[in-house]
Nanobody, 124 residues
């Protein structure tokens, strides 16, 4: 089992930056991917970014390229999502997820473990 706990969400103004954290505990793994997804009210959960265990491979949704950075600190078992230039449409619950497969995926169904989510609200 893997436990994932997100933190760092909150209420911010449009144009602000925010860094989310995801602390992992439980089953150790040396391969696979960690991903960030988000779900706005009334919408499906969507992919934001993913990073390999080594940190060598990073993937972003097209809407996030240039303003979002995913990173990880394996010594702390923590993955980060740095977001800048936030917009009201970024308002959502942000989820951290873990996937043990050898290939990356942006699909919700391919991730094995999920955190409880952290709310990000961007005011205009």
């Amino acid at each position: 089992q893997v436990q994932l706990v997100e933190s760092g969400g909150g209420l911010v103004q449009a144009g602000d930056s925010l860094r989310l954290s995801c602390a992992a505990s439980g089953r150790a793994f040396s391969s696979g991917f960690m991903g960030w997804f988000r779900q706005a009210p009334g919408k499906e959960r969507e992919f934001v970014a993913a990073i390999s265990w080594s940190g060598d491979w990073k993937y972003y949704a097209d809407t996030e390229k240039g303003r979002t950075t995913i990173s990880r600190d394996n010594a702390k078992n923590t993955v980060y999502l740095q977001m800048s230039g936030l917009k009201p449409e970024d308002t959502a619950v942000y989820y951290c997820a873990a996937r043990f497969g050898s290939n990356w995926s942006g699909s919700v169904r391919d991730y094995d473990y999920w955190g409880q989510g952290t709310q990000v609200t961007v005011s205009s």
